[in-house]
Nanobody
Framework: QVQLVESGGGLVQAGGSLRLSCAAS????????MGWFRHAPGKEREFVAA????????YYATSVKGRFTVSRDNAKNTVYLQMNSLKPEDTAVYYC???????????????WGQGTQVTVSS
């Protein structure tokens, strides 16, 4: 069982930056693949970024590639999403997700956090 708690969301102007954190409980965090997803009003939930359990591999949605960076610190049981050059269309609730087996863009992860709101003003 893994519990996930996101933090770091907020209001930022277009072009600004935010760093989201996802803190995980449980002693086996370093065996879980992690993902970040977002859900904007009126839209389907969409994939943002993924990172394997070791941090050796990452994968990004085309819409955020080059602007967002996913990383993890297994010693701190935390995964991060550094978001730069933010755009109004990045406005959404951002969720982290964990799975012991699956790694990728589909929302098939076993565990999900409650989400953190990111609002980008123009």
């Amino acid at each position: 069982q893994v519990q996930l708690v996101e933090s770091g969301g907020g209001l930022v102007q277009a072009g600004g930056s935010l760093r989201l954190s996802c803190a995980a409980s449980g002693r086996t965090f370093n065996s879980y693949n992690m993902g970040w997803f977002r859900h904007a009003p009126g839209k389907e939930r969409e994939f943002v970024a993924a990172i394997t359990w070791s941090g050796a591999n990452t994968y990004y949605a085309t819409s955020v590639k080059g602007r967002f960076t996913v990383s993890r610190d297994n010693a701190k049981n935390t995964v991060y999403l550094q978001m730069n050059s933010l755009k109004p269309e990045d406005t959404a609730v951002y969720y982290c997700a964990a799975d012991p087996l699956y790694w990728g863009p589909r929302d098939e992860h076993a565990y999900w956090g409650q989400g953190t709101q990111v609002t980008v003003s123009s």
